[in-house]
Nanobody, 116 residues
Framework: QVRLVESGGGLVQPGGSLRLSCVASGTLLNINRMAWYRQAPGKQRDLVADITTGDFTNYADSVKGRFTISRDNAKNTVYLQMNSLKPEDTAVYFC??????????WGQGTQVTVSS
């Protein structure tokens, strides 16, 4: 019932920045949590950052101080601002939405590659 479309990924040099966007459409009532996860080749999908009701945020230790998650409710969009990127940030980044506390939705992912 919720469709998520990510954008903003690409190739960037170490120390550079990218801003990921995720636009939600469909049944948007009672979205209580939005998040970004990432999955590198051969590794599990891990939480990068999330934002919940009241705009409470939390981050993986590896990205604290470098990444910022935010949302624009009027645009049904969640963002991930990524600064000071490192090669180990290379992964497919997935947008996630939880609605009505019980339903999970995933985007298709966007590739982020950090390389010199």
């Amino acid at each position: 019932q919720v469709r998520l479309v990510e954008s903003g990924g690409g190739l960037v040099q170490p120390g550079g920045s990218l801003r990921l966007s995720c636009v939600a459409s469909g049944t948007l009532l009672n979205i209580n949590r939005m998040a970004w996860y990432r999955q590198a080749p051969g590794k599990q999908r891990d939480l990068v950052a999330d934002i919940t009701t009241g705009d409470f945020t939390n981050y993986a230790d590896s990205v604290k101080g470098r990444f910022t998650i935010s949302r624009d409710n009027a645009k049904n969009t969640v963002y991930l601002q990524m600064n000071s990127l490192k090669p180990e940030d290379t992964a497919v980044y997935f947008c996630y939405v939880q609605r009505a506390w019980i339903r999970d939705y995933w985007g298709q992912g966007t590739q982020v590659t950090v390389s010199s």
